[in-house]
């Protein structure tokens, strides 16, 4: 299984990003994906997730900014991140699971970093 996330870099606050993540070697529609960071000094922390069939779930701090959606034809999840903040400077990670918990995988990561 391999989650190959891309788009982070350097932006000014209020600067948009959009982050993707292209997964291969699992089945795409058994699993639930979504995006984690973890921030300087900070524990990991749940960023949001979206189903196959399009349920979504966003932590408080980035609802009305960010918005995840998939492209279930070519196994991509993406992170679309409007009016970024300083506060978002994180390593945002990519990361697949069934809906039970039993099987998780994450991607590398990619740095976002936002400049005040």
């Known amino acids: 299984v391999q989650l190959q996330a891309s788009g982070g870099g350097l932006v000014q606050a209020g600067d948009s990003l959009r982050l993707s993540c292209a997964a291969s070697?699992?089945?795409?529609?058994?699993?639930?994906m979504g995006w984690f960071r973890r921030a300087p000094g900070k524990e990991r922390e749940f960023v949001g997730g979206i189903t196959w069939s399009g349920g979504i779930n966003y932590a408080n701090s980035v609802k009305g900014r960010f918005t995840i959606s998939r492209d279930n034809a070519k196994n991509v999840v993406y992170l679309q991140m409007n009016s970024l903040k300083p506060e978002d400077t994180a390593v945002y990670y990519c990361s697949a699971w069934t809906s039970r918990g039993e099987d998780r995988y994450w991607g590398q990561g990619t740095q976002v970093t936002v400049s005040s």
């Open positions: 070697g699992l089945a795409f529609s058994l699993y639930v």
